[in-house]
T-cell receptor, first 110, second 114 residues
Framework: NAGVTQTPKFRVLKTGQSMTLLCAQDMNHEYMYWYRQDPGMGLRLIHY???????AKGEVPDGYNVSRLKKQNFLLGLESAAPSQTSVYFC?????????FGPGTRLTVT | DAKTTQPPSMDCAEGRAANLPCNHSTISGNEYVYWYRQIHSQGPQYIIHGLKNNETNEMASLIITEDRKSSTLILPHATLRDTAVYYC???????????????FGGGTRVLVKP
């Protein structure tokens, strides 16, 4: 049981490039989330999903898109990366009260 | 979701109990209190949650006042590995329409000293 995994762990992008972050969970959870965390701050919700094929905006959705084609996967896309998107990105999943978090992806946009 | 207020930082001695306060004076009757912690650079980790009764698990105890306007997370015997940022979050419980979202504030940075 791997829990929540994230790919990649680190990435450096140039401004304007695109990329996709992958989150996978093997716990059969309905709900999945993408957060970002800037230095010295708490996590902020980007997008979330309450089930396969459904997504919704969180607190800071601009500049990001998501897809949940399979229940176990939640993808976060950056179409045109900007330096303001330099952050650590965390994925999480839940079936009830407890959210399980992945180890994070550290993204730098130069 | 109700807002929470936590002290920005606190120190505690290794082996002693650590008592982390959280104020949530605007909490509603159907909102739970959740505690998570984040050890440096790692993803947050769930600790405990409660509605109105005190709760205990293998990690910690949660004491909620009778009026539910504040709570205390107790780490009974703090170790160096408990050094982390602790987040108190208030949220409506498991509710599909609300998306079971968490809103993180600044948390309390806890430093356990030898």
């Amino acid at each position: 049981n791997a829990g929540v995994t994230q790919t990649p762990k680190f990435r450096v992008l140039k401004t304007g490039q695109s990329m996709t972050l992958l989150c996978a969970q093997d716990m059969n959870h309905e709900y999945m989330y993408w957060y970002r965390q800037d230095p010295g701050m708490g996590l902020r919700l980007i997008h979330y999903s309450v089930g396969e094929g459904t997504t919704a905006k969180g607190e800071v959705p601009d500049g990001y898109n998501v897809s949940r084609l399979k229940k176990q996967n939640f993808l976060l896309g950056l179409e045109s990366a900007a330096p303001s998107q330099t952050s650590v990105y965390f994925c999480a999943s839940t079936l009830g009260h407890e959210q399980y978090f992945g180890p994070g992806t550290r993204l730098t946009v130069t | 979701d109700a807002k929470t207020t936590q002290p920005p930082s606190m120190d505690c001695a290794e082996g002693r109990a650590a008592n982390l306060p959280c104020n949530h004076s605007t909490i509603s009757g159907n909102e739970y209190v959740y505690w998570y912690r984040q050890i440096h650079s790692q993803g947050p980790q769930y600790i405990i949650h409660g509605l109105k009764n005190n709760e205990t698990n293998e990690m910690a105890s949660l004491i909620i006042t009778e009026d539910r306007k504040s709570s205390t997370l107790i780490l009974p015997h703090a170790t160096l590995r408990d050094t982390a940022v602790y987040y108190c979050i208030v949220r409506v419980g498991y509710l599909r329409a609300a998306g079971n979202k968490l809103t993180f504030g600044g948390g309390t940075r806890v430093l356990v000293k030898p």
